[in-house]
């Protein structure tokens, strides 16, 4: 299954701030996937980043709070812009793998405190 | 956005018992899968589920795809301290980049 690195691992922000969340896959992948962990909550989808176009987002996510980019195959960003105390969450990145059995594969995450 | 109803919310058990969870949804997935996470790390998958009706184990787990394909199952036996953490579901529709929709999770922690 692929390798995912994901930079940074944690980080605290000033409200007001923007920070933006890199995702390096070893291997090329059509579609990378950003969620959101709450604390103490489960993954909610925020956006699916499909390389030569726009981001795709789910109910609830917009573009000017997250922006992302897809410049190649293995290679994505998050930005949380204009942060608040109400974005610190977890932030992962995640790919499908090649065949059914690999399910999707998960960075590490981004833990991202808001002050 | 859809949540999986996952139950129980969290459990607390001995060493060496078996340990059951379960997952329910409104509508149908073709594909479970069952994750686990550490603290400060990302899920890991334990078991893909691809058949309704289908069973599979990977070790001590074992997982089973209910038969209205609206609902899955993880069991772990014999439970070890390095099982403590939290046990997400997760369904998709289709393979192929479509996205998963995750469970409420299960923590899972072990009273020594």
């Known amino acids: 299954s692929a390798v995912i690195s994901q930079k940074p691992s944690r980080d605290i922000c000033q409200r007001g701030t923007s920070l933006t969340i890199q995702c390096q896959v070893d291997s090329q992948v059509t579609m990378m996937f950003w969620y959101r962990q709450q604390p103490g909550q489960s993954l909610t989808l925020i956006a699916t980043a499909n390389q030569g176009s726009e981001a795709t987002y789910e109910s609830g996510f917009v573009i000017d709070k997250f922006p992302i980019s897809r410049p190649n195959l293995t290679f994505s960003t998050l930005t949380v812009s204009n942060m608040s105390p109400e974005d610190s969450s977890i932030y992962l990145c995640?790919?499908?793998?090649?065949?059914?059995?690999?399910?999707?594969?998960f960075g590490s995450g981004t833990r991202l405190t808001v002050v | 956005g859809q949540q999986l109803n996952q139950s129980p919310q969290s459990m607390f058990i001995q060493e060496g018992e078996d340990v059951s969870m379960n997952c329910t949804s409104s509508?149908?997935?073709?594909?479970w899968l069952w994750y686990k996470q550490d603290p400060g790390e990302g899920p890991v998958l334990l078991i893909a589920?691809?058949?309704?009706?289908e069973l599979t184990s990977n070790g001590r787990l074992t997982a089973q795809f209910g038969i209205t394909r609206k609902d899955s199952f993880l069991n772990i036996s014999a439970s070890i301290p390095s099982d403590v953490g939290i046990y997400f579901c997760a369904g998709q529709l289709n393979f192929g980049n479509e996205k998963l929709t995750f469970g409420t999770g299960t923590r899972l922690t072990i009273i020594p």
């Open positions: 995640s790919v499908e793998g090649d065949s059914r059995v690999l399910g999707y594969t």
């Open positions: 589920l691809y058949k309704a009706g």
């Open positions: 509508s149908i997935f073709n594909t």
